[in-house]
Protein backbone atom coordinates (compact mmCIF):
# COMPACT_ATOMS: atom_id res chain seq x y z
CA UNK A 1 0.00 0.00 0.00
CA UNK A 2 2.96 2.76 0.87
CA UNK A 3 4.49 2.03 -2.49
CA UNK A 4 1.23 2.63 -4.31
CA UNK A 5 0.56 5.59 -2.34
CA UNK A 6 3.92 7.43 -2.87
CA UNK A 7 3.44 6.11 -6.92
CA UNK A 8 0.02 8.01 -7.07
CA UNK A 9 1.42 11.13 -5.55
CA UNK A 10 4.66 11.56 -7.77
CA UNK A 11 2.54 11.28 -10.50
CA UNK A 12 0.16 13.79 -9.18
CA UNK A 13 3.25 15.83 -8.61
CA UNK A 14 4.29 15.31 -12.35
CA UNK A 15 1.17 15.96 -13.51
CA UNK A 16 0.76 19.02 -11.33
CA UNK A 17 4.57 20.26 -12.48
CA UNK A 18 3.82 19.44 -15.96
CA UNK A 19 0.52 21.72 -16.02
CA UNK A 20 1.99 23.99 -14.60
CA UNK A 21 4.85 24.42 -17.28
CA UNK A 22 2.48 24.13 -20.03
CA UNK A 23 0.75 27.08 -18.82
CA UNK A 24 3.40 28.81 -18.13
CA UNK A 25 4.70 28.45 -21.25
CA UNK A 26 1.20 29.37 -22.73
CA UNK A 27 1.29 32.36 -21.14
CA UNK A 28 4.77 33.43 -22.14
CA UNK A 29 4.15 32.68 -25.82
CA UNK A 30 0.68 31.76 -26.45
CA UNK A 31 1.19 31.20 -30.08
CA UNK A 32 3.42 28.51 -29.15
CA UNK A 33 1.13 26.07 -28.35
CA UNK A 34 -1.68 27.02 -30.98
CA UNK A 35 1.06 26.97 -34.06
CA UNK A 36 3.34 24.44 -34.37
CA UNK A 37 4.54 25.50 -37.85
CA UNK A 38 6.47 27.99 -38.30
CA UNK A 39 5.83 31.47 -39.25
CA UNK A 40 7.61 32.52 -42.19
CA UNK A 41 8.64 36.27 -43.04
CA UNK A 42 10.47 36.58 -46.85
CA UNK A 43 12.12 40.07 -46.88
CA UNK A 44 12.83 41.05 -50.74
CA UNK A 45 14.95 44.05 -51.48
CA UNK A 46 15.26 45.39 -55.24
CA UNK A 47 17.97 46.13 -56.83
CA UNK A 48 20.71 44.49 -54.21
CA UNK A 49 24.39 43.67 -54.79
CA UNK A 50 25.71 41.19 -53.02
CA UNK A 51 28.52 43.26 -51.25
CA UNK A 52 26.00 46.07 -49.98
CA UNK A 53 25.93 44.38 -46.64
CA UNK A 54 28.62 45.05 -43.93
CA UNK A 55 28.80 41.14 -43.42
CA UNK A 56 29.68 40.55 -47.05
CA UNK A 57 32.57 42.75 -45.89
CA UNK A 58 31.35 46.37 -47.04
CA UNK A 59 33.38 49.25 -45.39
CA UNK A 60 30.84 51.88 -45.69
CA UNK A 61 27.62 50.53 -45.61
CA UNK A 62 26.39 50.44 -42.70
CA UNK A 63 23.53 47.77 -41.65
CA UNK A 64 23.79 46.26 -38.17
CA UNK A 65 20.27 44.14 -38.10
CA UNK A 66 20.87 42.24 -41.12
CA UNK A 67 24.53 41.81 -39.94
CA UNK A 68 23.06 40.11 -36.95
CA UNK A 69 20.44 38.23 -39.28
CA UNK A 70 23.08 36.80 -40.96
CA UNK A 71 25.56 36.08 -38.07
CA UNK A 72 22.52 34.35 -36.42
CA UNK A 73 21.35 32.13 -39.16
CA UNK A 74 23.56 31.10 -43.01
CA UNK A 75 24.80 33.51 -45.09
CA UNK A 76 24.93 32.21 -48.68
CA UNK A 77 28.26 33.56 -49.90
CA UNK A 78 27.18 32.75 -53.78
CA UNK A 79 23.70 33.56 -54.30
CA UNK A 80 22.58 34.85 -57.99
CA UNK A 81 19.38 34.92 -59.78
CA UNK A 82 18.93 33.40 -63.21
CA UNK A 83 17.51 36.40 -64.89
CA UNK A 84 18.68 39.92 -63.57
CA UNK A 85 15.61 42.06 -63.58
CA UNK A 86 12.90 42.35 -61.75
CA UNK A 87 9.30 41.66 -62.93
CA UNK A 88 11.23 38.02 -64.29
CA UNK A 89 13.23 37.46 -60.99
CA UNK A 90 10.00 38.09 -59.44
CA UNK A 91 8.30 35.41 -61.14
CA UNK A 92 11.35 33.15 -60.83
CA UNK A 93 11.50 33.72 -57.12
CA UNK A 94 7.39 33.00 -56.82
CA UNK A 95 7.27 29.82 -58.97
CA UNK A 96 10.52 28.65 -58.18
CA UNK A 97 11.29 28.05 -62.35
CA UNK A 98 13.34 29.19 -65.04
CA UNK A 99 12.19 32.03 -67.00
CA UNK A 100 11.88 29.76 -70.00
CA UNK A 101 9.68 27.82 -68.02
CA UNK A 102 7.35 30.40 -65.96
CA UNK A 103 6.70 32.45 -69.11
CA UNK A 104 6.82 35.83 -67.86
CA UNK A 105 9.56 37.29 -70.11
CA UNK A 106 8.34 41.22 -70.37
CA UNK A 107 6.61 43.43 -67.82
CA UNK A 108 2.94 42.50 -69.12
CA UNK A 109 2.57 39.02 -68.58
CA UNK A 110 0.81 37.50 -65.91
CA UNK A 111 0.68 34.48 -63.58
CA UNK A 112 -2.34 32.38 -65.09
CA UNK A 113 -4.29 31.06 -62.22
CA UNK A 114 -3.15 27.67 -62.85
CA UNK A 115 0.46 28.80 -62.53
CA UNK A 116 -0.63 31.17 -59.58
CA UNK A 117 -1.81 28.84 -57.61
CA UNK A 118 1.34 26.86 -57.67
CA UNK A 119 3.81 29.60 -56.43
CA UNK A 120 4.84 29.36 -52.72
CA UNK A 121 1.99 31.98 -51.19
CA UNK A 122 -0.45 30.00 -52.53
CA UNK A 123 0.53 26.54 -51.95
CA UNK A 124 0.78 27.88 -48.14
CA UNK A 125 -2.36 29.07 -48.26
CA UNK A 126 -3.78 25.85 -49.21
CA UNK A 127 -2.33 24.06 -46.25
CA UNK A 128 -3.14 26.26 -43.78
CA UNK A 129 -1.14 29.30 -44.03
CA UNK A 130 -2.50 32.96 -43.55
CA UNK A 131 -0.95 35.19 -46.44
CA UNK A 132 0.07 38.53 -46.70
CA UNK A 133 1.80 40.30 -49.49
CA UNK A 134 3.71 44.08 -48.87
CA UNK A 135 5.31 46.62 -50.61
CA UNK A 136 5.89 46.20 -54.59
CA UNK A 137 4.38 42.79 -56.46
CA UNK A 138 6.34 43.38 -59.64
CA UNK A 139 5.05 40.81 -61.66
CA UNK A 140 2.79 41.09 -64.85
CA UNK A 141 0.12 43.92 -65.82
CA UNK A 142 -0.68 45.81 -62.19
CA UNK A 143 -4.30 45.10 -63.02
CA UNK A 144 -3.98 41.80 -62.72
CA UNK A 145 -2.04 41.53 -59.39
CA UNK A 146 -3.58 38.59 -56.87
CA UNK A 147 -4.96 40.75 -54.72
CA UNK A 148 -8.06 37.80 -53.87
CA UNK A 149 -5.85 34.82 -53.83
CA UNK A 150 -4.33 36.75 -50.52
CA UNK A 151 -5.72 37.17 -46.94
CA UNK A 152 -3.56 40.27 -46.56
CA UNK A 153 -2.80 42.46 -48.96
CA UNK A 154 -1.36 46.44 -49.31
CA UNK A 155 0.59 46.77 -52.63
CA UNK A 156 -0.38 49.71 -55.05
CA UNK A 157 -1.66 48.94 -58.67
CA UNK A 158 1.77 49.95 -60.34
CA UNK A 159 4.54 48.67 -61.65
CA UNK A 160 7.15 50.55 -59.56
CA UNK A 161 5.53 52.70 -56.20
CA UNK A 162 7.13 56.29 -55.56
CA UNK A 163 9.45 56.71 -52.78
CA UNK A 164 7.54 59.96 -51.47
CA UNK A 165 3.89 59.79 -50.12
CA UNK A 166 1.76 61.27 -47.91
CA UNK A 167 0.04 59.48 -44.82
CA UNK A 168 -3.93 60.32 -44.41
CA UNK A 169 -2.59 63.38 -42.77
CA UNK A 170 -0.65 64.14 -46.03
CA UNK A 171 2.17 63.91 -44.07
CA UNK A 172 5.72 62.78 -45.71
CA UNK A 173 6.18 59.31 -45.73
CA UNK A 174 8.88 57.35 -47.03
CA UNK A 175 7.90 53.48 -49.26
CA UNK A 176 10.20 52.01 -46.90
CA UNK A 177 8.20 53.51 -43.73
CA UNK A 178 5.32 52.91 -45.62
CA UNK A 179 6.00 49.09 -45.81
CA UNK A 180 7.17 49.04 -42.11
CA UNK A 181 3.43 50.36 -41.22
CA UNK A 182 2.05 47.84 -43.31
CA UNK A 183 4.38 45.02 -41.55
CA UNK A 184 2.76 46.17 -37.82
CA UNK A 185 -0.99 46.09 -39.66
CA UNK A 186 -0.69 42.74 -40.75
CA UNK A 187 1.25 41.21 -37.28
CA UNK A 188 -1.38 43.30 -35.22
CA UNK A 189 -3.95 41.15 -37.27
CA UNK A 190 -2.54 37.50 -36.54
CA UNK A 191 -3.92 35.87 -33.54
CA UNK A 192 -2.25 32.81 -33.22
CA UNK A 193 -4.92 30.36 -34.21
CA UNK A 194 -2.70 29.89 -37.91
CA UNK A 195 0.61 29.90 -39.17
CA UNK A 196 1.47 32.86 -41.72
CA UNK A 197 4.09 33.24 -44.53
CA UNK A 198 4.57 37.22 -44.97
CA UNK A 199 6.50 38.68 -48.48
CA UNK A 200 7.70 41.62 -47.66
CA UNK A 201 8.83 43.27 -50.85
CA UNK A 202 10.62 46.69 -50.44
CA UNK A 203 10.98 49.05 -53.29
CA UNK A 204 14.18 50.08 -51.73
CA UNK A 205 17.22 50.54 -52.88
CA UNK A 206 15.84 50.82 -57.09
CA UNK A 207 16.41 53.85 -58.38
CA UNK A 208 13.43 56.11 -58.88
CA UNK A 209 13.13 55.87 -62.93
CA UNK A 210 11.94 59.76 -64.57
CA UNK A 211 13.21 61.66 -61.22
CA UNK A 212 16.67 63.17 -61.79
CA UNK A 213 17.55 62.36 -58.60
CA UNK A 214 17.68 58.34 -59.03
CA UNK A 215 17.68 57.18 -55.64
CA UNK A 216 16.01 59.09 -53.00
CA UNK A 217 16.32 57.59 -49.04
CA UNK A 218 13.93 58.91 -46.31
CA UNK A 219 15.32 62.21 -45.45
CA UNK A 220 15.95 60.88 -41.80
CA UNK A 221 19.16 59.45 -43.25
CA UNK A 222 20.55 62.40 -45.04
CA UNK A 223 23.34 62.64 -42.96
CA UNK A 224 24.91 59.47 -43.08
CA UNK A 225 27.88 58.55 -45.05
CA UNK A 226 28.11 62.55 -45.27
CA UNK A 227 31.42 62.98 -44.99
CA UNK A 228 32.73 59.77 -46.29
CA UNK A 229 34.27 59.75 -50.04
CA UNK A 230 33.37 56.47 -51.56
CA UNK A 231 36.22 54.75 -53.96
CA UNK A 232 35.54 54.33 -57.55
CA UNK A 233 35.62 50.49 -58.53
CA UNK A 234 38.69 49.90 -60.80
CA UNK A 235 36.47 48.71 -63.67
CA UNK A 236 34.84 52.28 -63.54
CA UNK A 237 37.55 53.27 -65.84
CA UNK A 238 36.62 54.55 -69.57
CA UNK A 239 38.81 51.49 -71.02
CA UNK A 240 36.74 48.65 -69.72
CA UNK A 241 33.57 50.35 -71.17
CA UNK A 242 35.67 50.86 -74.91
CA UNK A 243 36.51 47.32 -74.28
CA UNK A 244 32.84 46.22 -75.53
CA UNK A 245 31.92 45.51 -79.26
CA UNK A 246 30.35 47.85 -81.24
CA UNK A 247 26.70 47.02 -81.06
CA UNK A 248 26.93 47.12 -77.02
CA UNK A 249 28.76 50.46 -76.95
CA UNK A 250 26.15 52.47 -77.90
CA UNK A 251 24.07 55.57 -76.89
CA UNK A 252 20.84 54.00 -77.32
CA UNK A 253 22.23 51.02 -74.45
CA UNK A 254 20.05 51.67 -71.40
CA UNK A 255 22.79 50.87 -69.30
CA UNK A 256 25.15 53.66 -70.59
CA UNK A 257 22.32 56.00 -70.38
CA UNK A 258 21.72 55.16 -66.93
CA UNK A 259 25.51 55.47 -66.27
CA UNK A 260 25.74 59.14 -67.28
CA UNK A 261 22.39 59.97 -64.79
CA UNK A 262 24.22 58.66 -61.71
CA UNK A 263 27.87 58.39 -62.21
CA UNK A 264 29.13 60.15 -65.03
CA UNK A 265 30.93 62.80 -62.90
CA UNK A 266 32.69 62.81 -59.66
CA UNK A 267 29.65 64.41 -58.10
CA UNK A 268 26.98 62.07 -59.00
CA UNK A 269 28.83 58.87 -58.55
CA UNK A 270 29.39 60.18 -54.81
CA UNK A 271 25.70 61.54 -54.54
CA UNK A 272 24.10 58.24 -55.84
CA UNK A 273 25.98 55.73 -54.44
CA UNK A 274 25.39 57.29 -50.89
CA UNK A 275 21.82 57.53 -51.82
CA UNK A 276 21.79 53.89 -52.57
CA UNK A 277 23.39 53.20 -49.26
CA UNK A 278 20.85 54.94 -47.50
CA UNK A 279 18.18 53.28 -48.98
CA UNK A 280 19.33 49.86 -47.85
CA UNK A 281 20.28 51.46 -44.48
CA UNK A 282 16.57 52.34 -44.45
CA UNK A 283 15.69 48.81 -45.05
CA UNK A 284 17.96 47.81 -42.59
CA UNK A 285 15.75 49.87 -39.50
CA UNK A 286 12.95 47.90 -40.51
CA UNK A 287 13.87 44.88 -40.01
CA UNK A 288 15.74 45.66 -36.83
CA UNK A 289 11.98 47.04 -35.80
CA UNK A 290 10.37 43.99 -37.36
CA UNK A 291 12.11 41.07 -35.00
CA UNK A 292 11.76 43.72 -32.00
CA UNK A 293 8.08 43.73 -32.65
CA UNK A 294 8.05 39.66 -33.09
CA UNK A 295 9.85 39.91 -29.71
CA UNK A 296 7.15 41.50 -28.10
CA UNK A 297 4.55 39.33 -29.55
CA UNK A 298 6.27 36.29 -28.38
CA UNK A 299 6.76 35.11 -31.45
CA UNK A 300 10.04 35.32 -32.45
CA UNK A 301 11.20 31.75 -32.18
CA UNK A 302 8.74 30.50 -34.25
CA UNK A 303 9.35 32.93 -37.16
CA UNK A 304 11.95 32.18 -39.99
CA UNK A 305 13.41 35.14 -41.47
CA UNK A 306 14.67 34.88 -45.11
CA UNK A 307 16.57 37.93 -46.92
CA UNK A 308 17.33 38.19 -50.21
CA UNK A 309 17.02 40.82 -53.18
CA UNK A 310 15.85 40.36 -56.58
CA UNK A 311 18.46 41.29 -58.53
CA UNK A 312 22.35 42.98 -58.48
CA UNK A 313 23.20 46.34 -59.61
CA UNK A 314 25.89 48.28 -61.31
CA UNK A 315 27.23 51.24 -59.97
CA UNK A 316 29.78 52.40 -62.61
CA UNK A 317 31.50 48.91 -63.13
CA UNK A 318 32.53 48.57 -66.87
CA UNK A 319 30.63 52.02 -67.45
CA UNK A 320 27.35 50.66 -66.59
CA UNK A 321 24.28 51.30 -64.51
CA UNK A 322 21.41 48.74 -63.72
CA UNK A 323 21.87 45.26 -64.16
CA UNK A 324 20.49 42.82 -66.99
CA UNK A 325 24.03 41.65 -68.60
CA UNK A 326 25.78 38.68 -67.01
CA UNK A 327 28.37 40.23 -64.66
CA UNK A 328 28.38 39.41 -60.87
CA UNK A 329 27.72 43.11 -60.21
CA UNK A 330 24.79 42.10 -61.93
CA UNK A 331 23.66 38.78 -61.27
CA UNK A 332 24.48 38.27 -57.30
CA UNK A 333 22.52 38.94 -54.32
CA UNK A 334 22.26 38.92 -50.75
CA UNK A 335 20.53 35.55 -49.40
CA UNK A 336 20.08 34.90 -45.63
CA UNK A 337 17.77 32.25 -44.02
CA UNK A 338 17.53 32.35 -40.59
CA UNK A 339 15.56 29.87 -38.61
CA UNK A 340 15.44 30.63 -34.57
CA UNK A 341 13.74 26.92 -34.29
CA UNK A 342 17.47 24.94 -34.86
CA UNK A 343 21.05 24.85 -34.96
CA UNK A 344 20.89 25.29 -39.04
CA UNK A 345 23.55 22.83 -40.07
CA UNK A 346 22.47 21.51 -42.91
CA UNK A 347 21.71 24.67 -44.21
CA UNK A 348 25.70 25.88 -43.50
CA UNK A 349 27.04 23.19 -45.36
CA UNK A 350 26.05 25.18 -48.48
CA UNK A 351 26.79 28.44 -47.33
CA UNK A 352 29.51 27.96 -49.92
CA UNK A 353 27.37 26.60 -52.30
CA UNK A 354 26.04 28.39 -55.48
CA UNK A 355 22.15 28.94 -54.51
CA UNK A 356 19.78 30.53 -57.25
CA UNK A 357 16.46 33.04 -56.66
CA UNK A 358 14.38 29.97 -57.79
CA UNK A 359 15.64 28.11 -54.70
CA UNK A 360 13.51 30.14 -52.20
CA UNK A 361 10.66 29.17 -52.92
CA UNK A 362 10.87 25.03 -52.66
CA UNK A 363 13.14 26.64 -49.65
CA UNK A 364 10.08 28.06 -48.16
CA UNK A 365 7.98 25.04 -48.91
CA UNK A 366 10.42 22.93 -47.13
CA UNK A 367 10.36 24.43 -44.15
CA UNK A 368 6.85 24.94 -43.59
CA UNK A 369 6.63 20.74 -44.42
CA UNK A 370 4.38 21.57 -47.56
CA UNK A 371 5.96 19.11 -50.80
CA UNK A 372 7.89 20.98 -53.37
CA UNK A 373 5.92 20.78 -56.42
CA UNK A 374 7.88 19.06 -59.36
CA UNK A 375 7.03 22.12 -61.54
CA UNK A 376 9.60 23.95 -58.87
CA UNK A 377 13.24 23.70 -60.78
CA UNK A 378 14.87 25.33 -57.72
CA UNK A 379 15.82 22.84 -54.76
CA UNK A 380 15.18 22.89 -51.11
CA UNK A 381 18.22 24.44 -49.80
CA UNK A 382 16.96 22.75 -46.02
CA UNK A 383 16.41 19.10 -47.96
CA UNK A 384 18.71 16.68 -47.66
CA UNK A 385 18.27 16.20 -51.54
CA UNK A 386 20.18 18.98 -51.89
CA UNK A 387 23.48 18.15 -53.76
CA UNK A 388 25.58 20.83 -54.47
CA UNK A 389 28.22 19.30 -56.60
CA UNK A 390 25.37 19.03 -59.40
CA UNK A 391 25.20 22.53 -59.50
CA UNK A 392 28.67 23.25 -59.76
CA UNK A 393 27.62 25.60 -62.91
CA UNK A 394 23.84 27.56 -63.31
CA UNK A 395 21.96 28.92 -66.67
CA UNK A 396 21.73 32.49 -67.39
CA UNK A 397 19.32 34.35 -69.32
CA UNK A 398 17.93 37.81 -69.86
CA UNK A 399 16.10 38.31 -73.18
CA UNK A 400 13.45 41.51 -71.80
CA UNK A 401 14.45 43.61 -74.65
CA UNK A 402 16.47 43.83 -77.71
CA UNK A 403 19.42 45.18 -79.33
CA UNK A 404 19.96 48.04 -79.11
CA UNK A 405 18.45 49.27 -75.98
CA UNK A 406 19.87 45.91 -73.96
CA UNK A 407 21.17 43.18 -76.00
CA UNK A 408 19.89 39.19 -75.24
CA UNK A 409 22.25 37.55 -73.20
CA UNK A 410 22.49 33.92 -72.12
CA UNK A 411 25.06 31.82 -70.36
CA UNK A 412 26.86 29.59 -67.60
CA UNK A 413 28.33 30.82 -63.96
CA UNK A 414 30.33 28.93 -62.05
CA UNK A 415 32.93 29.61 -58.76
CA UNK A 416 35.41 29.30 -61.97
CA UNK A 417 34.11 30.74 -65.38
CA UNK A 418 31.57 33.07 -66.67
CA UNK A 419 30.67 32.53 -70.01
CA UNK A 420 27.73 34.07 -72.09
CA UNK A 421 26.79 34.54 -75.36
CA UNK A 422 24.53 37.68 -76.89
CA UNK A 423 22.73 35.81 -78.94
CA UNK A 424 21.54 38.85 -81.27
CA UNK A 425 25.23 39.18 -82.02
CA UNK A 426 26.76 35.71 -81.95
CA UNK A 427 29.05 37.65 -79.50
CA UNK A 428 30.87 35.40 -76.71
CA UNK A 429 32.62 35.88 -74.14
CA UNK A 430 34.62 34.33 -71.37
CA UNK A 431 36.00 34.97 -67.78
CA UNK A 432 38.32 33.26 -65.44
CA UNK A 433 36.52 34.02 -62.18
CA UNK A 434 39.47 33.03 -60.31
CA UNK A 435 41.85 35.01 -61.55
CA UNK A 436 40.22 37.52 -63.53
CA UNK A 437 36.99 38.46 -60.66
CA UNK A 438 36.29 41.72 -61.95
CA UNK A 439 35.95 40.34 -65.45
CA UNK A 440 38.29 42.67 -67.11
CA UNK A 441 39.62 39.91 -69.91
CA UNK A 442 37.94 38.40 -72.37
CA UNK A 443 39.69 34.94 -72.93
CA UNK A 444 37.21 33.78 -76.02
CA UNK A 445 40.40 33.80 -77.94
CA UNK A 446 42.96 32.84 -75.38
CA UNK A 447 44.22 29.49 -77.32
CA UNK A 448 45.36 28.30 -73.85
CA UNK A 449 41.06 28.42 -72.65
CA UNK A 450 39.83 26.53 -75.95
CA UNK A 451 39.21 22.90 -74.15
CA UNK A 452 37.40 25.19 -71.37
CA UNK A 453 35.53 27.12 -73.80
CA UNK A 454 34.41 23.69 -75.53
CA UNK A 455 33.25 22.50 -72.26
CA UNK A 456 31.24 25.74 -71.62
CA UNK A 457 29.78 25.58 -74.46
CA UNK A 458 28.13 22.30 -74.15
CA UNK A 459 27.41 22.96 -70.17
CA UNK A 460 25.44 25.93 -72.02
CA UNK A 461 23.59 24.03 -74.31
CA UNK A 462 22.84 21.46 -71.93
CA UNK A 463 21.71 23.32 -68.97
CA UNK A 464 19.53 25.83 -71.39
CA UNK A 465 17.86 22.61 -72.46
CA UNK A 466 16.98 21.58 -69.05
CA UNK A 467 15.92 25.55 -68.24
CA UNK A 468 13.68 25.43 -70.86
CA UNK A 469 11.52 22.14 -70.38
CA UNK A 470 7.92 22.50 -69.98
CA UNK A 471 7.57 19.75 -68.22
CA UNK A 472 9.62 18.42 -65.23
Not at 18 to 33: A, D, E, G, M, V
Not at 46 to 71: E, F, K, M
Not at 271 to 294: F, H, M, T
Not at 373 to 399: A, C, I, W
Request: charged fraction near 25%; hydrophobic fraction near 30%; charge should be negative.
Amino acid sequence: MPVKSNLKKHCYTAIVLFTFLLSFSCKTNPNRTKNPKPNIIFLLTDDQRWDALGVSGNPIIQTPNIDALARGGVQFENAYVTTSICAVSRASILSGQYSLRHGIGDFNTSFSQEALNQTYPLLLKENGYKIGFIGKYGVGNPKDQPKESFDFWAVEEKHQPNYENKDENGNYLHHTQMVANHIDRFLNSTKGEEPFCLSVSFKAPHAEDGDPRQFIPDPTFDSLYKNITIKKPETAQSQYWESFPDFFRTEENIARIRWKLRFETEEKFQESVKNYYRLISGVDQVIGDLRAKLEQMGIADNTILIFASDNGMYLGEHGLAGKWYGHQESIRVPMIFYDPRNDMENLRKHSKDIVLNIDIAPSILGFAGVQVPKQMQGVDLNSDNFNSSERSTFFYEHSVFQSPELPNVEGVVSKDFSYMNFTEHNYETLYDLKLDPFETKNLIEDSNYKTILTEQRKIYNRLKNEAKQTTP
